[in-house]
C-alpha cells in the first residue's frame, strides 16, 4: 500500500473558526510532510516529522499547528487563520530513514478556503 | 538557497513528440527528484536520482545529471496527451527537499 490519505478534500472556514486537517499512511514511513501550495506556485515545505518528533519548522505562524500523535497520522490544527492562507496544503511521508530526504509520497490534498 | 528553477516555464508539444525540461539549482545536494502534478492534485513522483549517478531512465523518462553544472534535465519520450501536466524538480538536503518552479507541460493530441 503506497496511498497518502488526506481528510477533508476541500475545507471552507472562517477567521474564527478552528479546524484540523489530517494525514494517514500505512508504509511504515518515519518522516512525514505538511507543505502549503498556492495556485501555480511549487509546494513550499511547512513542517517536518521524524519519528514523530517535530524535526523542522519553516518560521510557519503559530496559527498553524501540528501534531503527530503516531508513526501513521498527522494533523495540523487551523485557528484563526487569514484569508491568504487558503491553498491546497499537501502532507507527504518518506522512509526517513537516512539523513537524506528519500521518495516522498503525496497525498490528494486538502483545498482550503478562509473566509 | 537550493531551490531548482525549471526551464522552461511552459511546454506546449503535439502527441508522438520528445519533452525536455532543465532544472538548476545552487546548492549541494543528495539527491535530485522530479515529480509530476496533474491540475489541482498531488505530487507523484516519477524518479530519483543520486548525486553520484549521471543518467537514469525509467519508461519513456530519461533523467540526466550534473553536478558540476548543478543541473539536470528530464526527458519524455513519445510524449501522450495524458503527460500533460505540471513537472517539479526538487532538491534533496538533510530532511527535506525544496522544489523548484515547475515546467507546465501541454501534450496535444
Known amino acids: 500500500d503506497t496511498e497518502v490519505t488526506q481528510t477533508p478534500k476541500h475545507l471552507v472556514m472562517g477567521m474564527t473558526n478552528k479546524k484540523s486537517l489530517k494525514c494517514e499512511q500505512h508504509?511504515?514511513?518515519?518522516?512525514m510532510y505538511w507543505y502549503k501550495q498556492k495556485a501555480k506556485k511549487p509546494p513550499e515545505l511547512m513542517f517536518v516529522y521524524s519519528y514523530e518528533k517535530l524535526s523542522i519548522n519553516e518560521s510557519v505562524p503559530s496559527r498553524f499547528s501540528p501534531e503527530c500523535p503516531n508513526s501513521s497520522l498527522l494533523n495540523l490544527h487551523l485557528h484563526a487563520l487569514q484569508p491568504e492562507d487558503s491553498a491546497l496544503y499537501l502532507c507527504?511521508?518518506?522512509?526517513?530513514?537516512?539523513?537524506?530526504?528519500?521518495?516522498?509520497?503525496f497525498g490528494p490534498g486538502t483545498r482550503l478556503t478562509v473566509l | 538557497s537550493q531551490q531548482g528553477e525549471e526551464d522552461p516555464q511552459a511546454l506546449s508539444i503535439q502527441e508522438g513528440e520528445n519533452a525536455t525540461m532543465n532544472c538548476s539549482y545552487k546548492t549541494s545536494i543528495n539527491n535530485l527528484q522530479w515529480y509530476r502534478q496533474n491540475s489541482g492534485r498531488g505530487l507523484v513522483h516519477l524518479i530519483l536520482i543520486r548525486s553520484n549517478e549521471r543518467e537514469k531512465h525509467s519508461g519513456r523518462l530519461r533523467v540526466t545529471l550534473d553536478t558540476s553544472k548543478k543541473s539536470s534535465s528530464l526527458l519524455i519520450t513519445a510524449s501522450r496527451a495524458a503527460d500533460t501536466a505540471s513537472y517539479f524538480c526538487?532538491?534533496?538536503?538533510?530532511?527535506?527537499?525544496?522544489f523548484g518552479i515547475g515546467t507546465k507541460l501541454q501534450v496535444i493530441p
Open positions: 526538487a532538491t534533496a538536503g538533510y530532511q527535506k527537499v525544496t
Open positions: 508504509m511504515g514511513h518515519r518522516a
Open positions: 507527504a511521508s518518506s522512509r526517513g530513514t537516512s539523513g537524506s530526504t528519500d521518495t516522498q509520497y
